[in-house]
């Protein structure tokens, strides 16, 4: 599987961007997908995750409420929606698949097998 993130710009604080994250490859549906983010000289930090079955997401405690997960299994894509910026959200973010990945595992980097590059976000204060 072939991940490509795009959608990452400059915003200003408030404000609304959409990231998807297009899967290359058969199966889409299999795989679980995720969010994460890494900031400059910060450890990479789950933002938020689908699952590959019934849709249950997952998100990261700085994100709830903000962000909403999405995939469309039709267009082999995966979503983040971000609401409210904030600067602390600037980063790389980047997508991530775990086939037939679920359930709170799905936190952790480890459990993802394939990445995508990243897309830069940032968010003026």
């Known amino acids: 599987v072939q991940l490509q993130a795009s959608g990452g710009g400059l915003v200003q604080g408030g404000g609304s961007l959409r990231l998807s994250c297009a899967a290359s490859?058969?199966?889409?549906?299999?795989?679980?997908m995720g969010w994460f983010r890494q900031a400059p000289g910060k450890e990479r930090e789950f933002v938020a995750a689908i699952n590959w079955s019934d849709g249950t997401t997952y998100y990261g405690d700085s994100v709830k409420g903000r962000f909403t997960i999405s995939r469309d299994n039709a267009k082999n894509t995966v979503y983040l929606r971000m609401n409210s910026l904030k600067p602390e959200d600037t980063a790389v973010y980047y997508c991530?698949?775990?086939?037939?990945?679920?359930?709170?595992?799905?936190?952790?980097?480890?459990?993802?097998?394939?990445w995508g590059q990243g897309t830069l976000v940032t968010v003026s204060s």
């Open positions: 490859g058969r199966r889409f549906s299999s795989y679980a």
């Open positions: 991530a698949a775990d086939q037939y990945g679920s359930g709170s595992v799905l936190r952790r980097t480890y459990s993802y097998d394939y």
